[in-house]
């Protein structure tokens, strides 16, 4: 077990994807600021009810069970004068208790899962890939200069799954899927429904 500090969010963050986030409150500057000075990740949790920002007076929102470690790639200053930071998902934890600081800044104790190890990506997933490579072409996908291992399935799969325009109560129940077999089924399965096939 160790010590995280969690960002929670309103979206699900995959191991591989990419989330552009806007920092406002302070206890995120403060965790970013510390994550940039020590190199060390921060746990994205989704939020199952409730909302991201925080408020006195309204209860604390209700967090899913597991999320995803996060590093920040980018960072820039932008036009409305906010700091906007660029993270990408590292490895998967289970939550098991979280308490809050006195500056509103959720802490969790997480236990780490194991790393995915690089999973060569068979035949029959080829077409995930070609629809992964399309979603790639468009411009807003391009601008986070996402680096893809195309050989290795659970690159492909968790990206893909970033990408697509899916219900984030889905991506999370996805990213609970231990096994590559489970997590490109579960795919194939929803890219016949976005498209209409059986």
């Not at 969010?9 to 806007?22: D, T, Y």
């Not at 009810?49 to 932008?78: F, H, K, M, N, S």
Request: net charge negative; aromatic share 8%; proline share 4%.
């Amino acid at each position: 077990m160790s010590e995280l500090s969690l960002f929670p969010l309103s979206a699900v963050l995959l191991p591989f994807g990419r989330v552009p986030l806007k920092i406002f409150e302070q206890r995120y500057l403060d965790l970013v600021r510390e994550s940039m000075k020590t190199d060390r990740a921060f746990g994205v949790v989704w939020i199952r009810r409730g909302g991201e920002i925080g408020q006195r007076g309204r209860a604390a929102p209700e967090l899913g069970d597991y999320g995803t470690c996060a590093r920040i790639v980018d960072w820039d200053q932008l036009s409305n004068g906010l700091l906007g930071i660029t993270i990408e998902g590292v490895q998967r934890f289970e939550l098991h208790e979280t308490h809050t600081r006195s500056n509103g800044l959720v802490v969790g104790e997480v236990q780490l899962k194991q790393p995915t190890v690089a999973t060569h990506l068979a035949e029959e997933w080829a077409s995930l890939l070609d629809v992964l490579r399309t979603l790639e072409t468009h411009p807003h996908v391009q601008r986070m200069n996402l680096q893809v291992d195309y050989n290795d399935a659970w690159q492909v799969g968790y990206t893909l799954l970033q990408l697509l325009p899916l219900e984030e109560s889905l991506k999370y129940k996805l990213l609970g899927i231990d096994n590559i077999e489970g997590l490109m089924s579960e795919l194939h399965v929803l890219l016949n429904e976005i498209s209409g096939e059986d």
